[in-house]
């Protein structure tokens, strides 16, 4: 009949089978990462009040999530390890027994090489002051003294058994130093996932809680500046240069659009990190009941995989991981 359109797209709309059918974008467990916070001698897991369903775990505990993360067949587990005691320079970090070395260990004796154990690397959680890199006299942030502790770093979480290291403290040259002493002690097939954008947010706050930080002020002076975009691309190349084999976006949902001109640029695995904020803001809406929790968790993940993310590092990733096994 004149007057009815001839081209109807909700054809491809119409039922749940036709919209699987026709779905651009997936979402896999494969895909998925946990982050994990491992704390020192904690003797039953402790909530993590400002994200809800999140936990600092006891060695034993961390253990059982690990294995569980296995059995769904997720990408891998990322650990922060939350130190008893912190000093200046984080020393806590290189200690063969200290608690994100002994994590890694736990992690790898329980999953071997079943499922991927990544590690932090960064000082934050072990400086008394917070900050990712020790500081010099005038009380900054000192790049070159804290790349010689990020290759010490990078080897001892090697040493441990950690498959992937993640360099997150955005000093100037880190992949390099820790590619560089990696290699040089025979793990030369860890694999570097490098926090190559980071950019200093508000949305890290629930982070800082979970990790028991020290820091006062900001990380402005190394984290990027959220008004800049050609910055992210100078960041990747450096680092992919340097010997990154992952690159990372980081905090993901307010920088979809970095996501995809980093996807767009580059041809190594793209990775984004779906942050405690992002997280506890769809938390506390649902708690509220203001959204459909479910529905805006697979909406959010799905949004950061369409942008351009290969893997996602989110809280989410068990959760989900089980629901898509659940409703294959």
């Known amino acids: 009949m004149p007057g009815f359109p001839e081209v109807r797209p909700r054809r491809l709309r119409s039922s749940a089978a036709v919209r699987r059918l026709v779905a651009e974008t997936t979402l896999e467990p494969r895909q998925l990462i946990l982050p994990m916070f491992v704390r020192e001698d904690a003797r039953e897991p402790i909530e993590i009040r400002s994200m809800p369903g999140v936990v600092q775990h006891t060695r034993d505990t961390a253990r059982k999530a690990v294995a569980e993360a296995a059995s ?3 990408g891998g587990v990322m650990l922060f390890g939350v130190p008893s005691v912190k000093d200046e320079v984080g020393s806590g970090a290189l200690d063969p027994d200290g608690i994100l070395n002994v994590a890694i260990r736990d992690a790898v004796s329980e999953v071997g090489d079943s499922l ?38 990078g080897v001892a979480q090697a040493a441990a058994g950690a498959h992937v290291v993640g360099p997150s403290g955005m000093m100037d040259g880190q992949v390099g130093v820790v590619r560089s002493a990696l290699d040089k002690a025979g793990f030369v097939d860890t694999v570097i996932l490098a926090y190559a954008v980071k950019y200093a947010s508000a949305f890290f706050g629930p982070f800082r809680e979970a990790v028991d930080s020290s ?32 690159v990372m976006v980081k905090p993901a949902l307010a920088y979809l659009d970095i996501i995809r001109q980093v996807r767009d640029h580059v041809n190594v695995p793209v990775a ?46 068990t959760e989900t991981a089980a629901h898509l096994l659940n409703h294959r």
């Open 72 to 74: 769904l067949g997720l």
């Open 116 to 153: 991927l154990v990544m590690s932090d690397l960064c000082l934050d959680e072990f400086t008394s002051h917070g900050h990712c890199g020790v500081l010099d006299s005038s009380g900054r942030v000192d790049n070159d003294a804290t790349l010689a502790i990020y290759a010490e770093m």
């Open 215 to 246: 820091l006062t002020g900001d990380r402005k002076t190394y984290q990027q500046d959220n008004a800049n975009s050609r910055d992210a691309i100078r960041e990747v190349d450096l680092d992919i240069a340097e010997g990154a084999d992952i």
């Open 272 to 317: 984004a990190y779906n942050i405690s904020g992002e997280y506890a803001m769809v938390e506390a809406a649902a708690a509220n009941g203001w959204i459909n929790r479910e529905a805006a968790i697979l909406e959010t993940l799905t949004a950061i995989r369409r942008a351009g993310a290969d893997t996602i590092l989110t809280y989410w990733a």
